[in-house]
């Protein structure tokens, strides 16, 4: 059984900084992709980045690439998510989501076959 856990979420001031990680356990294929979601209080769920294993990277539309960087270690089946310049409108949970076998699918949270209990992310003054 495949296993997410996220970790990393805490509380920041504007402009501040964090590192999420995601380790994940339990996963059968050696192709695989995950991805980074937020959802803040009030809204929808929403995709913003995910990576294959084959390094692969797909972006949301509304991704900030100058800001959050992806990445991930396939040996120790863990995903990152480095977080610069945090906003207040940063604020949300972050999960991490997993397809197991196959090439990164649109950033639905529909299209994922496991997920994380998430991880909080505030930026306050």
């Known amino acids: 059984q495949v296993r997410l856990v996220e970790s990393g979420g805490g509380s920041v001031g504007p402009g501040g900084s964090l590192t999420l990680s995601c380790a994940a356990s339990g996963i059968t294929s050696s192709a695989n992709c995950m991805a980074w979601f937020r959802q803040a209080p009030g809204k929808e769920r929403e995709g913003l980045v995910g990576m294959h294993t084959d390094d692969r990277k797909l972006y949301a539309n509304n991704f900030v690439e100058g800001r959050f960087h992806i990445s991930r270690d396939n040996v120790k089946n863990t995903l990152y998510l480095q977080m610069n310049a945090l906003r207040p409108e940063d604020t949300a949970m972050y999960y991490c989501?997993?397809?197991?076998?196959?090439?990164?699918?649109?950033?639905?949270?529909?299209?994922?076959?496991?997920w994380g209990q998430g991880t909080q992310v505030t930026v306050t003054s």
């Open positions: 989501a997993l397809v197991y076998r196959g090439s990164c699918p649109a950033l639905r949270p529909d299209l994922f076959d496991a």
